[in-house]
């Protein structure tokens, strides 16, 4: 039961990241360029918080694994390379250096966030 549960949770961080992802992407296509990230980052801060008060260890596993997934799931419904790092936001124009910094990171969160997932869980 723990494993359907722990996946269960998974698949519903994951489905969040997605759909915050959605929605950059429906801006992106109507040509709604995002050069203010504060808002989004601020809601993502505080739905991570929300998390993180019920939870520290799976608020961490949110935090970890919206780092790893977003920017893919974000560059592949824009049809670029997943890899592909923009150009507007702070952390894209530091990474933009340290491509490979960027990419480890990115495996680092994901794989750290589903130990944190199956070995804490519910």
Do not use: C, Q
Not at 6 to 24: E, F, G, K, P, Q
Not at 36 to 47: C, K, N
């Amino acid at each position: 039961m723990d494993i359907l549960l722990n996946t269960l949770l998974l698949t519903t961080i994951i489905m969040w990241i997605h759909s915050t992802a959605r929605i950059d992407h429906i801006h992106i296509s109507k040509l709604e360029f995002i050069t203010d990230h504060t808002p989004r980052f601020y809601d993502r801060m505080y739905t991570t918080l929300i998390v993180t008060l019920l939870d520290p260890i799976i608020g961490l596993s949110v935090g970890l694994l919206f780092w790893g997934l977003f920017d893919f799931i974000l560059n592949y419904l824009n049809g670029k390379s997943i890899y592909y790092i923009g150009t507007v936001s702070k952390t894209d124009i530091f990474f933009s250096k340290y491509k490979r910094l960027w990419v480890a990171s990115k495996y680092i969160s994901i794989t750290t966030s589903i130990i944190l997932i199956y070995l804490h869980g519910f």
